[in-house]
């Protein structure tokens, strides 16, 4: 933004020069206002040249200032990382503390996992034989159906043409 105001502000200040010289030439005259012209162009080229350096050095403050705030950030995100490995960490040893106290206590009781075990066999035993109860059910009580005439009763593709069911 500053650099477009710069060159703007120079583009103005080469138009003006321009103007004035040929404002000079055009008069005819002896040769003081030729030297002033030249003073007031040393005069214009301090001033721009002034406000050109003014520019310049706002330009590289704000450019620091935002190579600052990039800094910044970064930072922010390299502690956001760590706070994360940090978190991270502390589960892993959290659960190796379990683990290590799961591993202590079935070494003091061996039979523990014995008895674990069996009480799954178990377990997975009554699932088996509850699934196989269930199945019988189901099949008995389709066949009952299919014997009583309940599923043609309740099938609509089974009405004849005065709307009566088949029973």
């Known amino acids: 933004m500053m650099v477009i105001e710069a060159r703007d502000l120079e583009a103005e200040l080469d138009y003006q020069m321009h103007m004035y010289h040929k404002l000079v030439s055009t008069k005819a005259g002896d040769g003081n206002e030729g030297h002033l012209g030249s003073n007031i162009e040393l005069l214009l080229l301090k001033q721009l040249h002034q406000e050109f350096n003014g520019l310049r050095s706002s330009l590289r403050a704000k450019r620091e200032h935002a190579s600052l705030l990039k800094d910044f950030r970064e930072l922010e995100e390299v502690d956001g990382w760590c706070n994360i490995a940090s978190t991270r960490n502390r589960k892993r040893s959290t659960f190796r503390g379990v683990n290590s106290q799961l591993d202590n206590v079935s070494s003091r009781l061996p039979n523990m996992n014995s008895i674990i ?8 035993m009554h699932t088996m034989i509850l699934s196989l109860v269930a199945s019988v059910c189901t099949v008995s009580i389709t066949r009952i159906w299919n014997l009583t005439g309940l599923s043609e009763a309740l099938n609509p593709g089974n009405l004849d043409t005065t709307g009566q069911t088949g029973w």
């Not at 069996?118 to 377990?123: L, T, V």
């Open 117 to 124: 075990s069996a009480i799954n066999r178990k377990k997975s």
